[in-house]
């Protein structure tokens, strides 16, 4: 697979051509910033390239006529108001990346949500008086590769998450997220109430390329734990030695990566998988003929059901035990972050599965792996998931792909559910 593709023919005929041309232009310029050489994006959270990518996002929309607000903690709000004093609805989802990330991932969601937000008003005005107001929202710092945890803006905007801990977190060079986000000047103190959420994304799994669906209608997300590791050893020379007096933290670390997989299958059933990763490991002091001295490390495990997560998660903590003695260190456990297995709001489903209906696209009940701003939001307010398609499932990669047909089904879509939601069909008008 090359990183290129060609644009697939466009599977059903546009009824608004210059509207969908202005949203691929606007996602290839946008693709440009931080861009990679291998296709994808590196826009960490608050980097130069993110503040970037948040003016130019600003620009965008202000010349679409709606006005750019930053909360406490750099999440961005492009407010159109239609009704003046009543509630916002929002959509929104991250332009931040993972490194070397890809050019979808959150940054569409994010440019659907301001072409379905105008589209949506401008239809409004045919429709009757609208019984809300709407806004986009960027949220800060959703992947959580540069400062953690991931998902931070959107923790802060729910309650789940103390303001203050989210600014004073700091990257691995020591800069915090309160003076990375004053260097790009994305940061200020606006505060909206939201009535309700809609947040469309890529699935960056394989489901509904599989099953030759266009839009998956997210019932629930998946239960995550993830847990933060510190295994400490003794620096030692690798050589001189002897092995029954070495407290090797490399040795404990790669133990529980590989226990870490075979807990994962030992509960995973036909029913409900478990799934895991060490996504970061880092070795102090990572020097050849040196028997490293600490390891820290980040994994996480998931499942779909609760119960077999809560037994993979003891079983995990007993094979760390039996590790600490094994290889003859001290396994500290840093901060976790557990997010159960949640629903999304049913009706919110059925108002989408409709809107898919009327435009003749293809759809699926599907669960989400991977975490997302929504997962925070729809225990605040009622929320709406939608998915489209990533070729072969590859995500938070630069080969990440979704095509310019798929793209533009996603607009049409949040653009009916925004209409309707405006209307007051998903929640109660003020
Ligand atoms: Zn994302």
């Known amino acids: 697979m090359t990183t290129q593709q060609p644009t697939e023919p466009t599977a059903r005929s546009s009824a608004h051509p210059e509207q969908d041309a202005e949203f691929l232009n606007h996602f290839r310029s946008m693709s440009q910033i931080g861009a990679t050489a291998g296709g994808g994006v590196d826009r960490q959270a608050a980097t130069l390239a993110d503040g970037q990518t948040r003016h130019w996002f600003r620009g965008i929309v202000e010349s679409l006529g709606m006005t750019v607000h930053y909360d406490r903690v750099g999440n961005q709000f492009a407010l159109l108001e239609l009704v003046p004093g009543a509630p916002f609805i929002a959509l929104g989802s991250h332009l931040d990346s993972q490194p070397l990330g890809g050019r979808f991932d959150g940054a569409y969601g994010v440019l659907a949500g301001a072409?379905?937000?105008?589209?949506?008003?401008?239809?409004?005005?045919?429709?009757?008086?609208?019984?809300?107001?709407?806004?986009?929202?960027?949220?800060?710092?959703?992947?959580?590769?540069r400062f953690k945890p991931s998902m931070m803006g959107s923790a802060v905007f729910t309650g789940k998450l103390d303001a203050d801990a989210a600014l004073d977190t700091a990257d691995p060079a020591g800069v915090t997220v309160r003076e990375a986000l004053e260097a790009i000047g994305t940061v200020g103190d606006f505060r909206v109430d939201l009535a309700a959420y809609l947040e469309i994304h890529i699935e960056q799994g394989r489901v509904l390329e599989d099953s030759g669906m266009t839009i998956g209608l997210v019932e629930s997300t998946w239960g995550a734990n993830k847990y933060e590791f510190v295994v400490h050893g003794e620096q030692a020379h690798t050589g001189a030695t002897v092995i029954a007096d070495r407290q090797d933290a490399l040795l404990g670390a790669s133990a529980m990566v590989v226990a870490a997989r075979a807990v994962a299958n030992d509960f995973s059933t036909p029913d409900a998988e478990v799934i895991t990763s060490c996504g970061e490991f880092t070795v102090f002091p990572n020097s050849p003929v040196v028997v490293a001295s600490r390891v820290s490390l980040l994994m996480d495990l998931r499942s779909t059901d609760p119960e077999a997560l809560a037994r993979a998660d003891a079983a995990l903590f007993a094979r760390i035990r039996e590790i600490e003695v094994e290889a003859n260190v001290r396994i500290e456990r840093g901060a976790e972050h557990i997010w159960g297995a949640k629903a999304?709001?049913?009706?919110?489903?059925?108002?989408?599965?409709?809107?898919?209906?009327?435009?003749?696209?293809?759809?699926?009940?599907?669960?989400?792996?991977?975490?997302?701003?929504?997962?925070?939001?729809?225990?605040?307010?009622?929320?709406?998931?939608?998915?489209?398609?990533?070729?072969?499932?590859?995500?938070h990669n630069e080969r990440e792909f979704t095509s310019d047909a798929d793209m533009l089904a996603g607009v049409d879509l949040l653009t009916a559910v925004t209409s309707r939601v405006l209307r007051g069909e998903f929640v109660p008008a003020p």
């Open 344 to 395: 999304y709001d049913e009706r919110g489903m059925e108002l989408a599965a409709a809107c898919a209906e009327e435009l003749g696209l293809s759809h699926r009940v599907v669960r989400t792996l991977a975490g997302h701003d929504s997962t925070n939001l729809k225990d605040l307010v009622p929320t709406i998931m939608l998915f489209i398609p990533s070729a072969e499932g590859i995500s």
């Open 115 to 145: 072409h379905a937000v105008i589209r949506a008003s401008r239809a409004a005005d045919a429709q009757g008086a609208p019984a809300f107001n709407l806004c986009v929202v960027n949220w800060f710092n959703e992947e959580g590769c």
